[in-house]
């Protein structure tokens, strides 16, 4: 490709679609034909990727996810295509700037955090790593809301990501699919004398594909994402439909539900689950049908991932189409339905376990109860004779009036994993316990991982390019090479390069603070970064505590000698989740009070940044110095910020949770900031259950005029919120033991502030995050998931082009 053949694709282009000419075109018309002209460029690569895994047979996996979470796609495919250069400087040569086209894109934002973007990441590899891979979700019309603050409180607008079209989408008619739900169903006896449903007052909804080519890394490998949309069908069964019956059906794939972390039995929820498993089931087992290959051997051919139980029902539904529709016997389908199947599961949090009322099962997807009625009532027969009744009746799915949808993704399936080293254990030790005890040799473990290409190539080009000159350019293919810049530990003028690419990083965003909040900040103050979902465990709030810590002894000490820091904020909290809008509200506030006292002299600035997406989650991470993983022990899965904030260079204050640990083990004590319980000690006081947040409080004079600003008006504006922190710790005695770590987390900051004052010293210490971060690439993650749960193989044979 020439810079003068894309100019000349692209000019075409632009003319057939808006007859305009590059000089008076706007923005959007610039976008729109350039995603255009970048499609097509990968077309034939899509289409022979497809070609090519079916002519090799390949065995192929389906990463059935509720959310992907992709961000935007422009620069991402261009780089993929190895075409972002060329671009670049043709666009340039007609005066055009690729980023502010690049800000026309709208983020794809249908997911609500780590699990949707993790989903991403892993697409992402899996293509750049030329494994035959493919996403299967919803196409939402709304992705997660809009977040604003008004008067310091979070309220949340639509987000219309479709409102001016989706250049990367493909609508494929011809692959639809009906999915059939509600009514009622009975057995009834065939001429050969098989037991078949039949149904009365079905509902049914036509499941329209939406696919999206997955670009791999200069590879000519193209993956599909394939979303589904919901649809009227035009025929008999719709005739009668009324106008609000209509509505109901074409609103089902219209919003994602914006929750985390926080299980909500809605039934219109139930329904997206069943709609997206369904038509994706139905649309594997047609394409296997096409191939001609045997109904027996799926197994050989598909493996088909449950992220997160959202999408367990893949389980029954390939149970109701291999015996109801294949006529395969119980005994067939349920073997080959276990070794197609595997799940990840993505918390421990009690209140996060998806579990559905039978009522509701019953009413929308009758036969699919039936059949999980039928493989409850088998795994209990089969398991009396090998474990004790109590165990059974802790692990069976239906559990009185309520189904488990972990324990069918773990019955149904032959892998179940965890996200980290130490949320597997505690899956194996305590949450799963009594499954791993029946099922030992499906347990297992894959730590996340990061899509390298976003994080850092895309995201932080300037520490990329100091990269390439220090290291040269493998890790751009290999990620384990940034292990090549240990070599440079102590090289002064490496160390002093790294540092100017983070200044510029953090002038970028100090100037995007400027231009969103108005507040102004210096980038020679440390940026000491929190961003993820607003949950309480994630203890948003110690942040906070510390934060008014400094705030105090400023005012009683203008002097005193604190290094500049600007704490940046990013979290959406669920619409629902009240104490996480609380605190969302009490830091706004903070904020307020402390950005505006000339006492404080600009010594601390906090600045809460509305609507945090992937997008400006890329413009955050490369000028953060300080990565905030702050989590209770043992209650963050894994994180992936962590990692993304490791690989651009900041250095970690952490709890012993998720992946923190590993992140530890690699780049050795003194170089991340460790503090707090440790999981053992969080489950001892579980059990001994001596935990007294009171006692703290009234031992601690310190705590006790941190905490009491929350109420009695020294924090203005939070008379309600305030009170409802204040409770949470002292009257509900401080369910994520935010006092108990308290200490130990404000001498940790104190830790993290005497390295920064050493500028060599935290250069360093930088500069090996960014050495070791290579082994948390999601490249290596989706191999291990190819190699040990899928058993898939790079597609051989992809045709280089011209
Ligand atoms: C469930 C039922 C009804 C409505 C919504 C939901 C729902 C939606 C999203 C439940 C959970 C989620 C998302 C969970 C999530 O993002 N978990 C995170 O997954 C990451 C990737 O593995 C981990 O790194 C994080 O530790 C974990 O919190």
């Not at 493909?170 to 050969?192: F, H, P, Q, T």
């Not at 909500?264 to 329904?271: A, F, N, T, Y």
């Not at 990565?627 to 992936?640: D, M, R, V, W």
Request: a negative charge; one cysteine or more; glycine letters at 4%.
């Amino acid at each position: 490709m020439t810079k003068e053949q894309f100019k000349e694709d692209f000019r075409r282009r632009l003319q057939e679609k808006f007859t305009n000419e590059v000089e008076e075109a706007s923005n959007g018309e610039l976008f729109d034909s350039l995603g255009a002209v970048i499609q097509a460029y990968y077309s034939d690569a899509w289409k022979q990727t497809r070609t090519t895994i079916r002519d090799n047979r390949a065995k192929q996996s389906y990463y059935f996810s509720i959310e992907f979470l992709p961000g935007k796609m422009l620069k991402s495919n261009l780089l993929n295509m190895g075409l972002l250069d060329i671009v670049r400087d043709s666009l340039e040569e007609m005066n055009v700037d690729l980023e502010d086209l690049c800000k026309v894109e709208k983020d794809m934002a249908l997911g609500n955090g780590g699990l949707g973007r993790l989903a991403s990441c892993f697409m992402d590899s899996i293509a750049s790593c030329g494994l035959p891979g493919n996403g299967n979700g919803i196409r939402y019309d709304y992705g997660l809301f809009k977040q604003k603050f008004v008067d310091g409180n979070q309220v949340e607008l639509p987000d219309e990501w479709l409102r001016e079209g989706n250049v990367w989408e493909v609508r494929k008619a011809s692959k639809a699919v009906n999915v059939n739900y509600g009514g009622k169903v009975y057995l009834k006896e065939d001429e050969e004398g098989r037991l078949k449903p039949v149904y009365e007052n079905q509902q049914v909804l036509r499941a329209v594909p939406y696919d999206t080519g997955m670009v791999g890394y200069q590879n000519d490998m193209v993956n599909t994402l394939r979303l589904w949309s919901a649809e009227i069908p035009e025929f008999e069964e719709s005739k009668y439909l009324s106008i609000e019956e209509r509505r109901d059906f074409r609103d089902l794939t219209s919003v994602l539900y914006p929750d985390d972390s926080n299980y909500e039995g809605r039934l219109m929820r139930l329904v997206q689950e069943y709609f997206f498993v369904s038509a994706g089931i139905q649309s594997i087992i047609r394409s296997h049908k096409r191939a001609g290959i045997a109904m027996k051997d799926l197994a050989e051919y598909t493996a088909i991932h449950i992220n997160d139980t959202h999408p367990a029902l893949c389980v029954a539904e390939m149970m109701r189409i291999l015996i109801d529709e294949e006529e395969l016997s119980w005994e067939k389908a349920w073997a080959i339905t276990v070794k197609t199947m595997s799940y990840t599961n993505h918390t421990i949090m009690a209140e996060a376990l998806e579990k559905w009322p039978v009522f509701m099962l019953r009413e929308v997807v009758p036969r699919i109860y039936m059949i999980i009625e039928e493989i409850d009532r088998r795994f209990v027969k089969e398991m009396s004779s090998v474990v004790d009744q109590e165990i059974i009746e802790r692990t069976r799915i239906i559990k009185g009036d309520q189904v488990h949808m972990a324990h069918l993704a773990i019955i149904g399936s032959h892998s179940t994993n965890g996200v980290a080293k130490l949320h597997s254990d505690l899956l194996k030790s305590i949450v799963l316990h009594d499954f791993y005890l029946l099922y030992p040799e499906r347990f297992n473990n894959k730590t996340n991982g990061i899509a390298q290409r976003r994080w850092l190539q895309l995201a932080n080009e300037p520490l990329a390019n100091v990269l390439d000159e220090t290291i040269s350019t493998s890790w751009r293919s290999n990620p384990n090479d940034l292990h090549l810049l240990m070599n440079y530990k102590d090289d002064e003028a490496v160390l002093q390069k790294l540092a100017e690419t983070k200044r510029k990083n953090k002038v970028r965003l100090a100037n995007y603070i400027l231009n969103a909040t108005g507040i102004e900040v210096s980038p020679d103050a440390i940026f000491d970064v929190q961003i993820k979902r607003l949950h309480a465990y994630k203890r948003q709030l110690l942040n906070l505590l510390h934060i008014l810590k400094l705030y105090f002894e400023l005012k009683d000490n203008p002097d005193a000698d604190i290094y500049p820091r600007v704490f940046i904020f990013g979290a959406k909290a669920a619409p629902s989740y009240t104490y996480a809008k609380h605190v969302i509200k009490c830091i706004n506030e903070a904020a307020n009070l402390i950005n505006n006292d000339e006492e404080i002299q600009g010594k601390l600035k906090i600045v809460f940044l509305e609507n945090y997406n992937v997008s400006l989650a890329e413009m955050i991470i490369p000028a953060a110095d300080v990565s905030e993983q702050i989590s209770l022990a043992s209650k963050e899965a894994s994180g992936t910020s962590n990692m993304k904030l490791m690989l651009d260079g900041a250095v970690t204050i952490a709890t012993l949770d998720g992946a923190n640990i590993e992140i530890r083990d690699i780049v050795g004590d003194e170089n991340i900031v460790i503090f707090g319980l440790t999981e053992d000690e969080v489950y001892s006081y579980y059990e001994t259950q001596d935990y007294l947040a009171i006692k703290i409080y009234e031992n601690d004079l310190e705590l006790q005029r941190i905490l009491n600003a929350f109420i009695d008006g020294t924090i203005p504006n939070i008379q309600i919120e305030g009170q409802e922190i204040f409770d949470s710790l002292i009257r509900y005695n401080d369910e994520y033991f935010t006092l108990r770590d308290y200490h130990s987390y404000i001498e940790a900051q104190k830790t993290i502030e005497r390295l920064y004052r050493d500028k060599k010293r935290w250069q360093q210490i930088s500069l090996i995050n960014t050495a070791e971060a290579g082994h948390f690439s999601s490249d290596y993650t989706v191999q291990r998931y190819a190699e040990e749960i899928w058993q898939i193989e790079p597609v051989k044979g992809l045709k280089k082009k011209g």
